[in-house]
């Protein structure tokens, strides 16, 4: 597997959003307003996702041999995005500081990049999974 690194990176990003739903959900709902616990959700929501993206383009990697480099580089994108998405809305939603909001688009075009990395591995590398 040539990316079986990043199963245990997934694992451990979709475990940490669900120890960070269950904190918010527990701890945090009558500390935060509704606005920011509702900014927090959506962290952790995103979180899961790229964590169960990141395993999916790990898992997938040894399908698309030819294209080891843009699955390679899409997992580095989608966790990069997953820090920088999800933890300026943990920071902004547990500090109230809204100009880290500025950063959460950031995260958002490292997902977009990683995605397309995995559609573009696809078409490039598909002849090789058939």
């Known amino acids: 597997m040539l990316l079986k690194k990043y199963i245990g990176i997934g694992a451990i990003v979709a475990g940490l959003a ?21 900014v927090f959700e959506t962290g952790v929501r995103y979180q899961m996702y790229h964590g169960l993206g990141l395993l999916l383009v790990a898992l997938l990697s040894d399908r698309l041999p030819s294209a080891t480099k843009l699955m390679r580089w899409s997992a580095r994108l989608l966790l990069i995005g997953t820090v920088l998405f999800s933890g300026s809305l943990y920071i902004l939603s547990l500090s109230s500081t809204d100009w880290l909001g500025a950063i959460t688009p950031l995260g958002g075009v ?17 002849r090789d999974a058939a």
């Open 110 to 126: 490292a997902f977009l990049a990683g995605w397309a990395c995995v559609a573009i591995a696809a078409f490039k590398g598909g």
């Open 18 to 38: 669900v120890a960070f739903g269950a904190f918010g959900a527990h701890s945090l709902k009558e500390t935060l307003s509704e606005h920011y616990l509702e």
